[in-house]
């Protein structure tokens, strides 16, 4: 694989996944372990910012790394050569969150929803809040869990850096786009007008409550990042079983 003028060893590119403003995403071989990995490759288009996007490529790869690989792709490596940051992270064969949501159904959906709200809440802490988890951003794939028995996962991938950008303004915009995806991961659903008017009640309650018991924290009493996570996902975990409830009703799993 070459990247500026100079070969990264021991890697051969399968297949681009990726690409934005901030870089370019791979499918790889490890020659040497002989596995598949993704590589990330940062840097600028211009000449004149490549600095820029080797610290933001070196932060993004730092607060993956503290990330619990449960749930976010696991990174291997991260290095500065030939003028990029470059780093190695688990290869996760499935599709993007986006995918599934072009493709399924609603009871599908809402299901992908509950698991997408339950990653967040496990991978929601200070050190390492997504701050851009949006469906592009979510890998899904399926893990065996018996013979007969499939379950689907995410992991998320792209860790934003917005844990420098002042922590009350990215704490709320984290989850903005958390409520901002669970509402159109599950549109066009039964009664979903309704559900959102409850979410919208609920919300600034939830958001209370994390914030309060932030403050709580300063004071000495010992609320868990994912207590507060919870806090702030209540609202939509609420929202998601109202949809599940119409939408099962709707199917006749239920009776009314
Ligand atoms: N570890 C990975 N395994 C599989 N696919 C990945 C992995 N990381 C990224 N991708 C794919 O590449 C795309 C771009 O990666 P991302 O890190 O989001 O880059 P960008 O900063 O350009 O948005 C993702 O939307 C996803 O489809
Ligand atoms: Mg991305």
Redesign the pocket.
């Known amino acids: 694989m070459i990247v500026g003028d100079l070969e990264f060893k021991n890697y051969k590119i399968l297949a681009e ?7 370019v ?1 791979y ?1 790889a071989v490890n020659t040497i372990l002989q596995r598949e990995e ?1 590589v ?1 490759v940062w840097r600028s288009r211009s000449s004149r910012d490549f600095r820029n996007k080797i610290e933001q490529g070196l932060r993004e790869a730092q607060k993956l790394a503290r990330a619990s690989p449960q749930f976010a ?1 696991t990174v291997y490596s991260a290095q500065e050569f030939g003028g990029a940051l470059i780093a190695t ?4 064969a499935g599709k ?1 969150l986006k995918w599934y949501q072009e493709n399924s159904g609603p009871i599908l959906r809402i299901q992908l929803a509950e698991v997408y709200l339950n990653s967040i809440v496990h991978t929601t802490t200070e050190s390492t809040r997504h701050g851009d988890a949006h469906m ?2 979510v ?1 899904v794939f399926e893990e065996k869990k018996t013979k007969h028995d499939t379950v689907l996962r995410m992991k998320f ?2 860790f934003g850096t917005s844990i420098y950008s002042g922590k009350e303004a990215s704490e709320q915009r984290h989850w903005q786009i958390v409520r901002n995806t669970v509402i159109s991961l599950t549109h066009g659903t039964e009664n979903q007008e309704f559900c959102l008017s409850v979410l919208d009640k609920n919300w600034p309650i939830g958001r209370k409550m994390a914030m309060d018991a932030y403050a709580a924290r300063e004071n000495g009493i010992d609320f868990s990042d994912l207590d507060i996570a919870q806090m702030w996902a209540a609202p939509l975990k609420d929202y998601i079983n109202d949809l599940k409830i119409l939408e099962w009703q709707k199917a006749g799993r239920v009776g009314s």
């Open positions: 996944l990726g690409a934005g403003a901030n870089g995403v499918q993704a990330k792709v992270m688990e290869y996760v993007t592009k951003n890998l991938c792209d």
